[in-house]
T-cell receptor
Framework: EDQVTQSPEALRLQEGESSSLNCSYT??????LFWYRQDPGKGPEFLFT???AGEEKEKERLKATLTKKESFLHITAPKPEDSATYLC????????????FGQGTRLTINP | SQTIHQWPATLVQPVGSPLSLECTVE??????LYWYRQAAGRGLQLLFY??????ISSEVPQNLSASRPQDRQFILSSKKLLLSDSGFYLC?????????????FGPGTRLTVL
């Protein structure tokens, strides 16, 4: 069974304090890994797709990386507006219409 | 550009009452459509997905059902709500022709069953 585990569950940082969120996955053949941002009471917002090990994607203060077993979302010099829950999801080669989501990491950036 | 709508935004219903949530997508044709439920502080649980009109796949046995009467319309229903049906319901779409299943989400419906 395909599984996604995100850690930590919650992370509190000071403004400007860089850190990383982890997404570990087990899947029977990975087609793609996706990162989303979700603000309270809103639907998830698509951030990145990663296709193969070694790939990196960047958007403002966020950089996502992918290995054969996990993905990291690096946050550099975060600002309070980066506070949100970050969700990771995988798409397997089998059953490719579906995504399997992790539980998310709730990130809080204090000013 | 594509837009996804959900309504209502919030709903409070008594136990045993019926439910109908609607999702529509604009700006694309023949999308894949999805219904998810998110419990407080939890991840997303896939309920149903559809690859075309009248084609519904159910992921979790429950008292909910889904229908797709039109290409860009997806409806989530129940004949009798349970307390456990409370949650945040999200509709999503993805391009049918896409090799990678990037899904794009609507604003969600907050359902409280009392």
């Amino acid at each position: 069974e395909d599984q996604v585990t995100q850690s930590p569950e919650a992370l509190r940082l000071q403004e400007g304090e860089s850190s990383s969120l982890n997404c570990s996955y087990t899947v029977s053949g990975l087609r793609g890994l996706f990162w989303y941002r979700q603000d309270p009471g809103k639907g998830p917002e698509f951030l990145f797709t990663l296709y193969s090990a070694g790939e990196e994607k960047e958007k403002e203060r966020l950089k996502a990386t992918l290995t054969k077993k996990e993905s990291f979302l690096h946050i550099t010099a975060p600002k309070p507006e980066d506070s949100a829950t970050y969700l990771c999801a995988v798409q397997a080669r089998q059953g490719a219409q579906k995504l399997v989501f992790g539980q998310g990491t709730r990130l809080t950036i204090n000013p | 550009s594509q837009t996804i709508h959900q309504w209502p935004a919030t709903l409070v219903q008594p136990v045993g009452s019926p439910l109908s949530l609607e999702c529509t997508v604009e700006g694309t044709s023949n999308p894949n459509l999805y219904w998810y439920r998110q419990a407080a502080g939890r991840g997303l649980q896939l309920l149903f997905y559809s690859v075309g009109i009248g084609q519904i796949s159910s992921e979790v046995p429950q008292n909910l059902s889904a229908s797709r009467p039109q290409d860009r319309q997806f409806i989530l229903s129940s004949k009798k709500l349970l307390l456990s049906d409370s949650g945040f319901y999200l509709c999503a779409w993805s391009p049918a022709s896409g090799f990678y299943n990037e899904q794009f989400f609507g604003p969600g419906t907050r359902l409280t069953v009392l």
